[in-house]
T-cell receptor, first 116, second 114 residues
Framework: GAVVSQHPSWVICKSGTSVKIECRSL??????MFWYRQFPKQSLMLMAT?????????EQGVEKDKFLINHASLTLSTLTVTSAHPEDSSFYIC????????????FGSGTQLSVL | SQQGEEDPQALSIQEGENATMNCSYK?????LQWYRQNSGRGLVHLIL?????REKHSGRLRVTLDTSKKSSSLLITASRAADTASYFC??????????????FGEGTQLTVNP
């Protein structure tokens, strides 16, 4: 199997604070990690693609200074929502590509962010 | 951009019945995948069908792909209450190397009533 751990599962924060979300591949090395945002009853919107040791590639319309992505190792990527505002409240999900299984994604369990 | 459209948006059936969900896409693909998402959770990969395949089975799942119509269907046979979830199709663009990013459809919310 391939286990992806995402932490925290939920977070409530005050407006203006920064929140860091971690995505770890526990039993494999992830060549690439992806970060998504999902609104209730909607599909996943890809925010950025993260490769170990290089800068993330952001999708059009996603502010790279707002959503900082760091992929320091083959097993860890982090998404930091900087100066969070209520409109950043959403469900954030990461996924990982595993070598030799490059065509399917393994997902974290998601993080529900609520900004007050 | 989201290129997948799924229908129906919501489907409610009784346990034991079959559930069919459809997905349409716009551009040429390398493969099409189906994922399942339980409420408030991440997605789980169900099945992958390549562009040169027409049908694939996995347990109670049957997936078809019609590249001429740019559409796919997911059939869940003998449904169970535990099948209640959202189901998403996702397409991998044609011509890109493996590991390219997937584009997800809008999803079908399936409710299986006991």
């Amino acid at each position: 199997g391939a286990v992806v751990s995402q932490h925290p599962s939920w977070v409530i924060c005050k407006s203006g604070t920064s929140v860091k979300i971690e995505c770890r591949s526990l039993d494999f090395q992830a060549t690439t990690m992806f970060w998504y945002r999902q609104f209730p009853k909607q599909s996943l919107m890809l925010m950025a693609t993260s490769n170990e040791g290089s800068k993330a590639t952001y999708e059009q319309g996603v502010e790279k200074d707002k959503f900082l992505i760091n992929h320091a190792s083959l097993t860890l990527s982090t998404l930091t929502v900087t100066s969070a505002h209520p409109e950043d409240s959403s469900f954030y999900i990461c996924s990982c590509l595993k070598r030799a299984h490059d065509e399917k994604l393994f997902f974290g369990s998601g993080t529900q962010l609520s900004v007050l | 951009s989201q290129q997948g459209e799924e229908d129906p948006q919501a489907l409610s059936i009784q346990e034991g019945e079959n559930a069919t969900m459809n997905c349409s896409y716009k551009t040429s693909i390398n493969n099409l995948q189906w994922y399942r998402q339980n409420s408030g959770r991440g997605l789980v990969h169900l099945i992958l069908i390549r562009s040169n395949e027409r049908e694939k089975h996995s347990g109670r799942l049957r997936v078809t792909l019609d590249t001429s119509k740019k559409s796919s269907s997911l059939l869940i046979t003998a449904s169970r209450a535990a099948d209640t979830a959202s189901y998403f199709c996702a397409t991998a663009p044609f011509g890109e190397t493996s590991g390219s990013r997937l584009t997800f459809g809008e999803g079908t919310q399936l409710t299986v009533n006991p």
